[in-house]
């Protein structure tokens, strides 16, 4: 039996089928809506299976919803091959349509100037209950539809440091951190660099939108506001694993128009190794 880790691989580990042509596969973790960071994984793959270079910066957006019950097509066109830095744009297609575009820049490792702003203070993951045994302890107040969804495991562990409860949304402050890292070591035929950021990336999309609603007292889960990531970027400074405890740090600086700019910050042994902005959707439902 397949481990979660490994499942989770197979999952982000799109299929090649011509020298810029991939297939992605999905899953119905959330039901037939596709979550945003499978995409951002699946694409960061597909467009790292063409150059020998890992990322530095990848941006991208969201232009239709995703469907989970069809595969996905991914097209990845070379922009450049440069002596320092590698571009890539890279399309995703279901259904006759593009639904996410992303352009993916490569570089070079090199030595130079280095700094960083500390890590913030908070309680060892250790310290703190895991995703799972939070969920149990609202389970009560999960709709009975949605019940065997929101117990689904994640394919990473998770240990909020701030934990809160979707379906009794009330006013908090914008900022959320939590942990995350993998269940099992990655295995020695994946463990690549691509691996590794395509796994953060998929899980920098997991809880990032939250941050902008969190002042407002709203939620997607209990249907008072519809969210959606509509763009995502990704920043990634330094080398990292998944297997490791990685912190998430996020907060969002304003809500406007229906939709919330949220930030994150992706730590490792107290070192800066990725940075994440996103723009969300956050239309408030009428009653």
Same mark, same amino acid.
């Given at each position: 039996m397949r481990s979660l880790t490994q499942e989770f691989i197979d999952l982000l580990n799109v299929k090649q089928l011509d020298s810029y042509l991939f297939q992605g596969q999905n899953t119905q973790l959330f039901g037939s809506h596709l979550m945003g960071g499978q995409l951002v994984a699946q694409a960061l793959i597909a467009a790292s299976k063409t150059t020998d270079r890992p990322a530095h910066s990848? *941006? +991208?957006? /969201?232009?239709?919803?995703?469907?989970?019950?069809?595969?996905?097509? @991914?097209? =990845?066109?070379?922009?450049?091959?440069?002596k320092s830095f590698t571009t890539r744009q890279v399309n995703a297609w279901?259904?006759? *349509?593009?639904?996410?575009? +992303?352009?993916?820049? @490569?570089?070079?490792?090199?030595?130079?100037?280095?700094?960083?702003?500390?890590?913030?203070?908070?309680?060892?993951?250790? *310290?703190?209950?895991?995703?799972q045994q939070h969920k149990q302890l609202i389970y009560k107040d999960?709709?009975?539809? +949605?019940?065997?969804? /929101?117990?689904?495991?994640? /394919?990473?562990?998770v240990h909020p440091v701030q934990p809160f409860n979707p379906f009794k949304p009330v006013k908090s402050e914008t900022r959320y951190a939590e942990y995350m890292q993998t269940f099992?070591?990655?295995?020695?035929?994946?463990?690549?660099?691509?691996?590794?950021?395509a796994i953060v990336a998929y899980y920098s999309d997991y809880n990032l939108l939250t941050t902008s609603l969190r002042p407002h007292g709203v939620s997607?889960?209990?249907?008072?506001?519809?969210?959606?990531?509509?763009? *995502?970027?990704?920043?990634?400074?330094?080398? /990292?694993?998944?297997?490791?405890?990685?912190?998430?740090?996020?907060?969002?600086?304003?809500?406007s128009q229906s939709r919330g700019?949220? @930030?994150?910050?992706?730590?490792?042994?107290?070192?800066? =190794?990725?940075?994440?902005t996103q723009e969300s959707l956050m239309r408030v439902k009428s009653r």
């Open positions: 990848l *941006h +991208a957006y /969201f232009i239709r919803s995703g469907r989970t019950d069809l595969p996905i097509l @991914f097209k =990845v066109e070379n922009l450049r091959d440069g279901q259904a006759g *349509h593009i639904i996410f575009s +992303a352009m993916i820049s @490569f570089a070079l490792i090199e030595t130079g100037l280095n700094n960083h702003i500390e890590a913030p203070d908070y309680p060892l993951p250790d *310290h703190l209950l895991s995703e999960v709709p009975k539809a +949605a019940q065997d969804m /929101f117990m689904r495991q994640f /394919f990473v562990k099992h070591r990655i295995p020695a035929e994946f463990d690549l660099p691509m691996i590794h950021q997607y889960a209990n249907g008072g506001v519809r969210s959606a990531s509509l763009d *995502h970027s990704i920043y990634f400074h330094s080398a /990292f694993r998944v297997d490791e405890w990685l912190l998430y740090d996020m907060d969002a600086t304003v809500s700019l949220n @930030f994150g910050r992706i730590w490792q042994a107290g070192k800066l =190794v990725c940075s994440v």
